[in-house]
């Protein structure tokens, strides 16, 4: 079965770093877009970026040049890497996948991992 198992989250400071890590099994793993996804609380789902299975990248305007996705297709794992943090990236991080990245540009996914927190404070 799929799974999908987030890591990496935490607290930091503003203006750190941290590196999200999605190790994914159950599925052939280069042929899905992956994405993340972010939820604080009281507030809807914000999509973060995807990724295609060409390694293509598409990030919403609140983490362009801060946030950098990337997979890795030998490991089965999709990565994101946060700069420059802020209090307002504080929220649950999720990865989510789907054959059809345009599933995912509208928020919706075949699986959802289980999520991890990231506090900037």
């Known amino acids: 079965h799929v799974q999908l198992v987030e890591s990496g989250g935490g607290l930091v400071q503003p203006g750190g770093s941290l590196r999200l890590s999605c190790a994914a099994s159950g599925f052939t793993f280069s042929s899905y877009c992956m994405g993340w996804f972010r939820q604080a609380p009281g507030k809807e789902r914000e999509r973060v970026p995807t990724?295609?299975?060409?390694?293509?990248?598409d990030y919403t305007d609140t983490v362009k040049g801060r946030f950098t996705i990337s997979r890795d297709n030998a490991k089965n794992t999709v990565y994101l890497q946060m700069n420059s943090l802020k209090p307002e990236d504080t929220a649950m991080y999720y990865c989510?996948?789907?054959?059809?990245?345009?599933?995912?540009?509208?928020?919706?996914?075949?699986?959802w991992g289980q999520g991890t927190q990231v506090t900037v404070s």
């Open positions: 989510a996948l789907d054959r059809l990245c345009v599933e995912l540009l509208r928020g919706r996914a075949e699986y």
């Open positions: 990724i295609d299975i060409n390694g293509i990248d």
